[in-house]
C-alpha cells in the first residue's frame, strides 16, 4: 500500500502558483519523498525528491516540514501543459521501490 | 540520462493467447528493472522488479511472468491472458534515486 495521503484532485490557474500536498506521517528516518507526474497515457515523469531539507530545481521546489510528516510541491508559475496526475512516494532511498497511489490530478485552467 | 524501450506500443489479444512485451535500457549498466501496470483510470501497479540478471522478485500473485535474459533487458510474459490483464504496461529503470519510465504499452486484451 502507498504510504501517502494526497487530495484526489485540486485545480490551478495558468500563471499562479500550483501547492500539491502530501502527507506521509508514518515515514521512516531513511526514507525520502518523491514527486513524479504522469501526463495521459505516458509514462511517469521524475520531478524531484528530498530527505529533509527543502530542495529546488528547474521544473519545481519541494517543501518538507520539520517533523517530515508532510510536504507540499510548488510549480511556481503552473502552464497548461502541467495538467497531469502529480504521486507523492516515500521510499526507501536508492534501492527503495517506488510504491505509487492514486495521486492528485491537477488541471490547469486558462 | 538513460533511454527506456518498450514495445510494442499498443497490442490487442484475445483471451486465453500468449504474451510477450520486451523493454530495453540505453544509458545505464546493472540498473533496477521494473514492471508496472495502470489499469484505466487507476494508480501503477509495481508487477515485477530485478536486481540483476536472471534475478526476478514478484511484488502480486498472477497469470504474468517476467524475465531479465541480459543486463538491459526485461520481459513480461503470459502463456494465457485474461480479461483482467487488459491495462497500460510500464517499464522502468532505476541506478540512482531517480525511475525512469518507458512510454508504455495499452494492452487490450478481448
Known amino acids: 500500500d502507498a504510504k501517502t495521503t494526497q487530495p484526489t484532485s485540486m485545480d490551478c490557474a495558468e500563471g499562479r502558483a500550483a501547492n500539491l500536498p502530501c502527507n506521509h506521517s508514518?515515514?521512516?528516518?531513511?526514507?525520502?519523498v518523491y514527486w513524479y507526474r504522469q501526463i495521459h497515457s505516458q509514462g511517469p515523469q521524475y520531478i524531484i525528491h528530498?530527505?529533509?531539507n527543502n530542495e529546488t530545481n528547474e521544473m519545481a521546489s519541494l517543501i518538507i516540514t520539520e517533523d517530515r510528516k508532510s510536504s507540499t510541491l510548488i510549480l511556481p508559475h503552473a502552464t497548461l501543459r502541467d495538467t497531469a496526475v502529480y504521486y507523492c512516494?516515500?521510499?526507501?532511498?536508492?534501492?527503495?521501490?517506488?510504491?505509487f497511489g492514486k495521486g492528485t490530478k491537477l488541471s490547469v485552467k486558462p | 540520462s538513460q533511454t527506456i524501450h518498450q514495445w510494442p506500443a499498443t497490442l490487442v489479444q484475445p483471451v486465453g493467447s500468449p504474451l510477450s512485451l520486451e523493454c530495453t535500457v540505453e544509458?545505464?549498466?546493472?540498473?533496477?528493472l521494473y514492471w508496472y501496470r495502470q489499469a484505466a483510470g487507476r494508480g501503477l501497479q509495481l508487477l515485477f522488479y530485478?536486481?540483476?540478471?536472471?534475478?526476478i522478485s514478484s511484488e502480486v500473485p498472477q497469470n504474468l511472468s517476467a524475465s531479465r535474459p541480459q543486463d538491459r533487458q526485461f520481459i513480461l510474459s503470459s502463456k494465457k491472458l485474461l480479461l483482467s490483464d487488459s491495462g497500460f504496461y510500464l517499464c522502468?529503470?532505476?541506478?540512482?534515486?531517480?525511475?525512469?519510465f518507458g512510454p508504455g504499452t495499452r494492452l487490450t486484451v478481448t
Open positions: 512516494i516515500v521510499s526507501g532511498g536508492s534501492q527503495g521501490n517506488l510504491i
Open positions: 530485478s536486481v540483476g540478471i536472471g534475478q
Open positions: 508514518t515515514i521512516s528516518g531513511n526514507e525520502y
Open positions: 528530498g530527505l529533509k
Open positions: 544509458g545505464t549498466s546493472n540498473p533496477n
Open positions: 522502468a529503470s532505476r541506478d540512482s534515486y531517480e525511475q525512469y
